[in-house]
């Protein structure tokens, strides 16, 4: 069929219906049964790339062959569509309303558009299973889908709809069991005719605009039935009043990305049957109610980003399911129990930025299955249990503490997970352990900020992963590693604020995908580097407060990323890489060198060419004008005029002498008969006002 007329197949094949239906039909075995034409119709209205829908053809008398088509086999009426996952498009149409006897249509991930289809609103002939999501449908939800009251399951999940979803729509849900309307762009409040869905195991109203404050004491609470509550990510305000324990076999509830405020219901220990719990980025206050202890199958508890105060239960191991503790962002007190090493089924341990004090327990060692430990922004001391680095962990995060000693050298099962490491702003002393280098996954080192007194072991370019190096201001010494960058992959160095002498290694060029090199504040010495110029990705340069001299390599100006750039207060000279932000850095970037050519900067502009030998006509002419203040003749003057030709005569001759004697030497002495070079300038200036506040430009001029 052709796309581009479906008015026309719609309008051709349901005529032939009706002339059919008013002749008193055919059967089932009629030439063009309704469940055909239906279909046929259907598929008029969609673009079809990979051919799933070949075939389909109104050359058949029964579409039950048909792929993607399902039929009772006691009536051979079509009773299920599924056509999920094919790259459709095209809307759906009216053809669907023929299907009298279609219990599931599921046309879920595809490209359908337009509005939900009048032809869904008038099927009510029990119609239990309806999945349109993950497609590009759009407008609202019409008031009359509410008729269909036999269906069981509705998901319109990832669409565009978008409005209030309007009041009625749930008057006739007696039979609805599971309902999804996430991610759309619905708004306006909850629906307050939801309540009367009695049957309802699962609802999700995830990622949408609702707002307003739900009523849960005398609706959702009334959902004895409901299994999953997500209403995350959307604007709904309010508190949660105590009555969740009628809920009885409720599993998941999930209430984060919203604004609800006050304290958690103190009955929320009573849903014994609790699995998962989020209710994190709200404005919760008030402790932990202790009925949580009694949730004995919970194993994903997550309130972080709130304003959750009191102290750190210490009741948390009798929770002794759980998987993931999730805890940042509020306002917790005290230290970790000991006996939270009971928790052997913990993965993921998240306390960041509280107020929690005290060592961190060693019984954590005993968590075998831990991969994640976060307990960055405490007030934490002591030193890093050994033990922990024996375990298979992914992430650590102690930064922005106050522990001390030293940094524990890992194990072999460390070695092979770790991703991420981050101990910075602590009070960490001693060597950083060579064993680092065997980290094959490492992705990001932090050590920033710390008193490690140590120098940079050589093992930190074994690393065949790790992006970002930071070990800013941490009293490190020595020079820096030549095979730092042997893997390739680094994209950030920082090591500013230490005491690292030498030079920049000109191995520093094999790091093609660093974007951010900083090694400001130290003692480095010597030139930069001409193996920067390679860096095409990189975007920052600070080399600000070190000893770095000679000249900037010309080749750094090819460097078309870089967005910033600091070298100033170094004992560089000579002139500025042209191209590139050299030339638009400001003052505070460039001053403090010995030399540097630039008209923001005042002293001398030291170049390191051959010192060039430059006259001025001009000058000549000047004195001629004395004389002739003086009443000399016009012959006088000839005169001088030919004292000026002979000096440039015996300048020339001079330089030819001067080459002859050069090569006389060079034959005598079997050297190369190059001589040395400089430049003869020629310049007026009377002419050339410029050279006093920019002198460089005579070099462009030499002969």
């Known amino acids: 069929m052709m796309v581009g007329f479906p008015w026309l197949v719609s309008y051709l094949l349901l005529s032939v219906s009706a002339l059919l239906n008013c002749n008193g039909g055919y059967g089932v075995s009629a030439l063009l049964n309704d469940d055909v034409l239906g279909l046929i119709v259907f598929k008029s209205d969609l673009h079809d790339p990979y051919s799933n829908l070949a075939s389909w053809s109104e050359d058949d008398d029964s579409p039950c062959s048909w792929r993607f088509v399902e039929c009772n086999p006691a009536t051979g009426r079509v009773n299920g569509v599924l056509l999920d996952g094919l790259s459709l498009s095209g809307k759906i149409g009216r053809g669907l309303e023929k299907l009298q006897y279609l219990k599931v249509l599921s046309l879920s991930h595809n490209n359908f558009s337009g509005s939900v289809s009048p032809a869904l609103e008038l099927n009510d002939n029990g119609l239990e299973r309806l999945n349109l999501s993950h497609n590009c449908l759009s407008g609202v939800i019409p008031t009359s889908l509410g008729h269909m009251s036999s269906i069981r399951f509705l998901d319109l999940s990832e669409n565009s709809l978008s409005g209030p979803v309007p009041d009625n729509l749930f008057d006739n849900c007696f039979s609805l069991h599971y309902l999804s309307l996430a991610r759309n762009m619905f708004e306006g409040p909850i629906p307050s005719s939801l309540s009367k869905c009695s049957l309802l195991n699962s609802l999700n109203l995830s990622s949408n605009h609702f707002s307003g404050n739900p009523d849960f004491s005398s609706g959702i609470w009334s959902m004895k039935r409901l299994r999953t509550l997500d209403l995350s990510s959307n604007l709904l305000s309010g508190s949660l009043p105590d009555g969740i324990s009628a809920i009885d076999y409720l599993k998941e509830i999930f209430l984060m990305g919203n604004q609800f405020s006050g304290p958690l219901p103190a009955d929320i220990g009573v849903c014994l049957h609790l699995n998962r719990l989020d209710f994190s980025d709200n404005l919760f206050t008030g402790a932990l109610p202790e009925s949580l202890q009694r949730l004995n199958s919970l194993t994903f508890f997550g309130v972080s980003n709130n304003m959750l105060t009191g102290e750190f239960p210490q009741w948390i191991s009798k929770m002794n399911s759980l998987e993931y503790i999730e805890l940042s962002g509020n306002g917790f007190t005290g230290s970790l129990p000991s006996s939270i090493g009971d928790l052997r089924s913990l993965k993921c341990l998240s306390l960041s930025n509280n107020k929690l004090t005290g060592n961190i327990p060693v019984s954590l060692v005993s968590c075998t299955k831990l991969s994640v430990i976060r307990l960055r922004g405490n007030s934490f001391n002591g030193s890093i249990p050994e033990g922990l680095f024996g375990l298979g962990l992914e992430e650590v995060d102690f930064s922005h503490n106050e522990l001390m000693g030293s940094i524990p050298p890992g194990s072999s099962k460390l070695f092979e997970t770790l991703l991420t490491l981050d101990l910075s702003r602590n009070n960490l002393q001693g060597n950083i352990p060579a064993e680092l280098g065997l980290l094959s996954n490492l992705r990001y080192l932090n050590l920033s900020w710390n008193n490690l007194q140590s120098r940079m072991p050589p093992e930190l370019g074994f690393f065949q992963n790790l992006t970002i190096i930071d070990i800013r201001n941490s009293d490190l ?218 002198p460089e430009s005579l070099l462009d001029n030499g002969l």
């Open 477 to 694: 010494y020595g020079s820096i590693p030549r095979d730092i960058c042997d893997s390739g992959s680094l994209k950030i160095l920082q090591l500013d604020g230490n005491l690292l002498n030498g030079s920049i290694p000109e191995d520093i060029g094999n790091c093609t995908s660093l974007y951010m090199l900083s090694l400001s504040h130290n003692n480095l010495s010597g030139s930069i580097p001409m193996s920067i110029s390679k860096l095409i990705k990189l975007k920052i340069l600070k080399l600000e407060f070190n000893e770095l001299s000679g000249e900037i390599p010309q080749e750094l100006g090819r460097l078309e990323n870089l967005l910033a750039a600091n070298i100033s207060y170094n004992r560089l000279t000579g002139r500025l890489p042209v191209g590139s932000i050299f030339l638009e850095l400001d003052k505070s970037s460039l001053q403090g060198n010995l030399g540097l050519c630039s008209p923001l900067l005042k002293g001398p502009c030291k170049m390191n060419v051959s010192k060039p030998l430059v006259f001025d006509p001009s000058a000549y002419i000047n004195q001629i004008s004395d004389h002739r203040r003086r009443n000399e003749s016009s012959i006088a003057s000839t005169s001088h005029h030919h004292m000026f030709l002979s000096l440039s005569v015996i300048i020339a001759k001079a330089s030819i002498c001067g080459t002859m004697l050069w090569k006389a030497c060079a034959q005598a002495l079997q050297v190369p008969e190059v001589p040395p070079t400089g430049k003869l300038i020629m310049f007026d200036s009377q002419s050339s006002s410029d050279w006093i506040s920019n």
